[in-house]
């Protein structure tokens, strides 16, 4: 089978080529979908200057050449210079009916990359707030994507493990007892420990044994490799990795303990790259830090902005192991593509950082960095979505919200199911909304959090996708068929199906597009559209009443196909699909 727009891209290409000579091969031949037929070609019109013809007349010499007599039922030019194209109905058949047999549904193998992906990244002691949820939440759907395109995507989760508030919370560990409940909050409520560990810092009088001068000298001692002062970091950065997985089990993310890649994990590497950076003459002391100052990067009043590699203690930041990562990434990871799935806030940062690693010869040309940036969750005023007390929200209470809220509703409409049963699809309506939501906007904008609108059964939302393949599903069970053994011939003969056949052959499309272009939310929309395809066929198109035999097996067979390209999609969204609903 093949994406139709594929296919008339490759026939029109040819027709290019024939028509205006062998340079005009790899023309695009810019097909859309059209009101007028089911796709056009409008490449006249980009052409006609260049060849210095009217753009009708260059579409008649592209008809003239073009071959689609077993693809297309018409073509003819239109407008000022469209090509008008469309499918026939047994070759649309045909095409869907192969995507039952083909276990990929379409969507193309594309050339391996290695592609290290930087998401998530919370901090050690510190609590998942709902900040991190849109990172964690795009981050997996694109890993997911761009593995089922066949790319090897290597999970980095960057989180914050090394740094000054270490003594802090290393000292209140030891006043607390390694192994008491209070030590045990890193794992259930973080955040709890973490301002206890705050308040007596910020509390702690001058005197060299009180609680503030232990904690500093306790970041030189982990800073200069103290054994047991690394053993009580990584006890902490135990509890948190307990605490990290109970949150990517609920919300279903295919990040583990593997992927951990946090600060730590340079900090030998960073003596050596500010060493080679004031080497190279890329970095130079300026009022005793180590800067890289970077053409066309300015501030205020048009002054330089540094991007600090080594402060003026001596101590490193963030551009420091940022860039040791890069160098890490191409150097031992082989990467093609490095991806960023980090706040927008960042973007002059990894600017400045990529710039720098390119002139230090780190970040060669051939490989691409990508900061997909991530817009803020607002709350019902238009802010930053936070408590009443100004907070951030806690990612394990929204989630638990969610669940809940999904719970109710699943009571009230499923009573006949069991109390299991009404648990776990609550869990996956609850929290597959919640995904949908963050998924089903640009990853670069914000949205508002509103929860009756995620939960909603209609509309562009998790839950009305959910029903969609819960539909099907229920339609297979009421036939006494399970939908693998949906086997028939598939044949048009109603626009509605027309309509969906044409809609499941452009899943392969849509799929690649997403890896490409880094955009989850064109799989949502897809999906959106498909699941509104599919409530028009059923009023127009009985499936278990059909009229016939065969146009009942070869509905059976169109449902089936929508039910794989549904859970497909959902599965890349990381988004689960209920049996019931």
Not at 61 to 86: K, Q, R, W
Not at 118 to 123: E, K, L
Not at 323 to 337: F, Q
Request: proline fraction near 5%.
């Amino acid at each position: 089978m093949a994406d139709p727009q594929e296919v008339l891209s490759r026939r029109v290409q040819s027709a290019l080529g024939a028509a205006f000579g062998p340079e005009y091969a790899d023309t695009d031949p810019v097909i859309r979908p059209s009101q007028f037929a089911d796709y056009q070609a409008n490449a006249a019109l980009a052409l006609a200057k260049r060849l210095g013809r009217k753009p009708r007349e260059v579409s008649a010499a592209i008809m003239e050449h073009l071959d689609v007599s077993d693809v297309c039922s018409s073509v003819e030019v239109s407008g000022p210079g469209f090509v008008n194209l469309t499918l026939r109905d047994d070759w649309i058949a045909g095409q869907a009916r192969q995507l039952l047999d083909d276990e990929r549904l379409g969507v193309p193998v594309q050339e391996r990359q290695s592609i290290p992906l930087d998401y998530s990244a919370p901090n050690v002691a510190k609590e998942m707030h709902v900040g991190h949820l849109r990172t964690t939440v795009v981050g997996d759907s694109l890993a997911r994507t761009l593995e089922f395109l066949g790319h090897g995507v290597v999970r980095q989760n960057h989180i914050g493990d090394w740094g000054t508030p270490f003594g802090m919370l290393i000292e209140h560990l030891l006043e607390v007892g390694e192994d008491s409940p209070e030590a045990d909050l890193v794992t259930t409520d973080p955040n709890a420990f973490y301002q206890a560990a705050r308040t007596k810092f910020d509390s702690s009088g001058p005197e060299p044994d009180g609680f503030a001068a232990r904690a500093r000298r306790r970041v030189v001692a982990l800073q200069g490799g103290d054994e047991e002062t690394l053993r009580l970091w990584r006890k902490l950065v135990g509890l948190s990795k307990v605490y990290f997985n109970k949150v990517y089990t609920e919300l279903g993310v295919t990040l583990t303990d593997e992927h951990l890649a946090g600060e730590s994990t340079y900090n030998d590497m960073l003596a050596d790259v500010c060493a080679e950076l004031e080497a190279k003459g890329i970095a130079e002391v300026s009022d005793g830090a180590l800067c890289v100052f970077l053409e066309g990067f300015t501030g205020r009043e048009d002054k330089p902005v540094p991007l600090i590699v080594r402060k003026s203690d001596g101590g490193y930041g963030y551009a420091t192991t940022d860039l040791a990562t890069v160098r890490h990434r191409v150097e031992n990871l082989k990467a093609d593509r490095i991806l960023y799935v980090v706040g927008a806030p960042q973007a002059m940062h990894f600017k400045m950082v990529w710039e720098t690693a390119r002139k230090a010869g780190w970040l060669p040309e051939n490989v691409e960095t990508v900061h997909v940036q991530i817009g803020n969750v607002l709350g019902s005023d238009g802010k930053i979505l936070r408590t009443r007390s100004g907070a951030p929200v806690r990612l394990v209470a929204l989630l638990e919200e969610a669940v809940e809220r999904a719970a109710a509703v699943v009571r009230e409409n499923r009573p006949d199911l069991s109390a299991e049963e009404q648990a776990a699809i609550a869990r996956q309506v609850g929290i597959g909304a919640v995904k949908y939501a963050d998924l089903s906007v640009a990853h670069d904008t914000e949205y508002t959090f509103d929860f009756d609108r995620m939960l909603a059964l209609t509309g562009n939302t998790g839950p009305y996708l959910q029903y969609a393949q819960a539909r099907i599903r229920s339609i297979f069970r009421k036939g006494g068929l399970e939908p693998e053994r949906a086997r028939g011939e598939i044949a048009i003969g109603h626009p509605s199906e027309r309509e969906l056949a044409l809609k499941l052959l452009a899943f392969g499309g849509v799929v690649a597009q997403v890896g490409d272009l880094l955009q989850p939310h064109r799989l949502c929309a897809y999906l959106f559209d498909l699941a509104q395809t599919l409530t028009a066929f059923y009023e127009h198109c009985p499936v278990l009443t059909a009229p016939t035999e065969a146009e009942r097996e070869s509905r059976l067979a169109l449902v089936a196909v929508a039910l794989r390209v549904l859970v497909q999609g959902l599965d890349l969204l990381g988004v689960e699909a209920p049996e019931y609903m």
